[in-house]
């Protein structure tokens, strides 16, 4: 089969698109898929250079790639809740970028959704939710929420705004009018930024979510008033150095079963048109490297997808 295949930790030199890969054989409890779509994630380069190891080890050779949304082709014993021919969307456990994977957790895909965009939901929607659950956030409180254009940072305030709350979103100019039509309140990045925050919430901010990093994590203490017991309503997914100012580095996937009924109820909802993931581009799977060097340079608006 045709898949993307690295060696060694490194630049996106290190990719190599590959024929002739074996192609996985699901083992007991298991089911195999053949990808119709592969959502691309920062997590795949950050892995890729090795940065993440303690979350996501890598074992040689490997295959990135998280998320996908394709159709089961093979069941593995005991296997009674797929088919042969379920449309899915999920996670794989063998690699993503690949005509062929072994699947971890899926769901059903919608009929009226696309593949790119099925294959686009499983990890923003999950990282998003998990981490509003983490801090707490409430109907009628107000969040600040860095990074708000991003992939994730955009399904945060649609979920959030969805459950009544208020959402002061960070992002660059260009994107602060699609923050407005998702619901949020926008404010630019830069120095200054926690002035610009409490003008935008003048009554105060109870929760932060980091989506973007870079050095944020004072700015979200001063926020919330300085004290101890505010940390545990500040969360990022973009800062490794979280522990360092007491704050929650999350980057795991929760609970299945609530990570399987959420990404069931996220999907419905993209189906129905009332939560969406902005792709920026379609490209084919021997272009992941290139896909992987757009992702690095932090200025892709929306999702970048593979096709085998």
Same mark, same amino acid.
């Given at each position: 089969?045709?898949?993307?295949?690295?060696?060694?930790?490194?630049?996106?030199?290190?990719?190599?698109?590959?024929?002739?890969?074996?192609?996985?054989?699901?083992?007991?409890?298991?089911?195999?898929?053949?990808?119709?779509?592969?959502?691309?994630?920062?997590?795949?380069?950050?892995?890729?250079?090795?940065?993440?190891?303690?979350?996501?080890?890598?074992?040689?050779?490997?295959?990135?790639?998280?998320?996908?949304?394709?159709?089961?082709?093979?069941?593995?014993?005991?296997v009674d809740d797929l088919a042969v021919g379920?449309?899915?969307?999920?996670?794989?456990?063998?690699?993503?970028?690949?005509?062929?994977?072994?699947?971890?957790?899926?769901?059903?895909?919608?009929?009226?959704?696309?593949?790119?965009?099925?294959?686009?939901?499983?990890?923003?929607?999950?990282?998003?939710?998990?981490?509003?659950?983490?801090?707490?956030?409430?109907?009628?409180?107000?969040?600040?929420?860095?990074?708000?254009?991003?992939?994730?940072?955009?399904?945060?305030?649609?979920?959030?705004?969805?459950?009544?709350?208020?959402?002061?979103?960070?992002?660059?100019?260009?994107?602060?009018?699609?923050?407005? =039509?998702?619901?949020?309140?926008?404010?630019?990045?830069?120095?200054?930024?926690?002035?610009?925050?409490?003008?935008?919430a003048p009554d105060g901010v109870d929760a932060?979510?980091?989506?973007?990093?870079?050095?944020?994590?004072?700015?979200?203490?001063?926020?919330?008033?300085?004290?101890?017991?505010?940390?545990?309503?500040?969360?990022?997914?973009?800062?490794?150095?979280?522990?360092?100012?007491?704050?929650?580095?999350?980057?795991?996937?929760?609970?299945?079963?609530?990570?399987?009924?959420?990404?069931?109820?996220?999907?419905?909802?993209? =189906?129905?048109?009332?939560?969406?993931?902005?792709?920026?581009?379609?490209?084919?799977?021997?272009?992941?490297?290139?896909?992987?060097?757009?992702?690095?340079?932090?200025?892709?608006?929306?999702?970048?997808?593979?096709?085998?």
């Amino acid at each position: 089969m045709e898949a993307i295949v690295y060696e060694e930790f490194g630049g996106p030199e290190v990719l190599r698109h590959a024929t002739g890969v074996a192609v996985p054989e699901p083992g007991p409890g298991e089911v195999r898929v053949k990808v119709a779509a592969v959502g691309l994630n920062p997590v795949d380069w950050k892995r890729r250079y090795g940065w993440v190891e303690e979350f996501y080890p890598t074992t040689f050779p490997a295959v990135p790639g998280l998320e996908f949304a394709g159709t089961v082709d093979k069941v593995g014993e005991g296997v009674d809740d797929l088919a042969v021919g379920d449309e899915v969307l999920g996670w794989t456990k063998t690699g993503a970028y690949a005509q062929y994977a072994i699947a971890g957790l899926v769901v059903p895909k919608p009929a009226g959704l696309s593949w790119a965009s099925a294959a686009s939901l499983p990890v923003a929607t999950e990282t998003a939710q998990r981490v509003l659950d983490l801090i707490g956030v409430r109907a009628g409180e107000t969040l600040f929420l860095h990074g708000a254009a991003g992939v994730v940072g955009s399904v945060g305030v649609q979920l959030a705004v969805a459950a009544g709350v208020t959402v002061i979103g960070s992002a660059s100019g260009a994107n602060h009018a699609y923050l407005r =039509e998702l619901g949020a309140i926008p404010v630019e990045y830069g120095e200054g930024l926690t002035d610009r925050v409490r003008a935008a919430a003048p009554d105060g901010v109870d929760a932060v979510f980091d989506a973007a990093g870079h050095g944020v994590l004072p700015v979200a203490i001063e926020l919330l008033g300085g004290a101890e017991a505010a940390k545990e309503r500040i969360a990022t997914i973009a800062d490794v150095d979280a522990a360092k100012h007491g704050i929650t580095f999350t980057g795991v996937m929760g609970d299945p079963e609530a990570v399987r009924a959420g990404l069931t109820a996220h999907a419905r909802a993209a =189906e129905a048109g009332t939560l969406a993931v902005r792709l920026a581009d379609t490209l084919p799977l021997k272009e992941a490297a290139r896909a992987q060097e757009l992702s690095e340079t932090g200025r892709v608006r929306g999702k970048l997808v593979l096709v085998p």
